[in-house]
């Protein structure tokens, strides 16, 4: 993974973003199979096969479950998704999509997977933060505390939207499904906001 690279993913993930890291990003979106996103992301070192075993499962086949599962869940009245928002990027660049996920239940619940019929693959992915370095990997199973809530925003835990079914200008409106490991999933529409859109520092 080059320096070039890591500095797209960055870009990707939202925290820092401007031309060069747009220009970065064509690389990364060239650079396929996808699973090198997801490769990037871990830093056990000394095993490289057990990093391409597990990137086999983080792409489109992870995309296809969630999309089976998704069909077969039932609304929740305790899990919540708001303020859900996605910052546009150009095609066939993927976007980053954040939102609040509430659990009003009583039980902790682990977000698995997203999807939108805007886009042909959704995945979740977590920012991480190392000796300086900022790094993204793909993730399955994010846990929402019971009655309460997480934030996935820039530079955390994030959606990446990939392979757009057309083109979504700014302010336009875009449903996402999210599904949970007790088999229940949440919808929210999130509006598209333009590619420099800055956000709160954490709190
Ligand atoms: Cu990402």
């Not at 870009?11 to 220009?23: D, E, H, K, S």
């Not at 805007?118 to 370095?133: A, I, N």
Request: include cysteine.
């Amino acid at each position: 993974m080059n320096k070039q690279i890591i500095t797209g993913l960055i870009g990707l993930c939202g925290v820092g973003l401007g031309l060069g890291a747009q220009a970065a990003e064509q690389s990364v979106m060239s650079a396929k199979p996808p699973m090198q996103i997801a490769h990037a992301g871990h830093d056990h070192g000394a095993k490289p096969n057990a990093h391409a075993a597990h990137g086999d499962t983080s792409g489109a086949v992870a995309s296809d479950a969630v999309a089976s599962e998704m069909a077969n869940a039932t609304t929740s009245t305790t899990l919540k998704v708001s303020g859900c928002w996605i910052r546009s990027m150009p095609a066939p660049a993927p976007s980053g999509g954040y939102f609040v996920v509430s659990n009003s239940g009583s039980k902790p619940l682990h977000l698995k997977g997203a999807s939108s019929a805007d886009y042909g693959m959704v995945m979740l992915h977590q920012t991480t933060h190392k000796d300086g370095m900022s790094r993204m990997s793909a993730t399955h199973s994010v846990a929402i505390p019971a009655g309460g809530q997480l934030e996935f925003k820039p530079g955390a835990y994030h959606a990446m939207l990939e392979d757009p079914i057309k083109a979504h200008p700014v302010g336009s409106k875009i449903v996402m499904d999210f599904l949970f490991d007790n088999g229940e999933k949440a919808s929210a529409e999130c509006e598209v906001k333009p590619a420099n859109t800055r956000t709160p520092m954490p709190h």
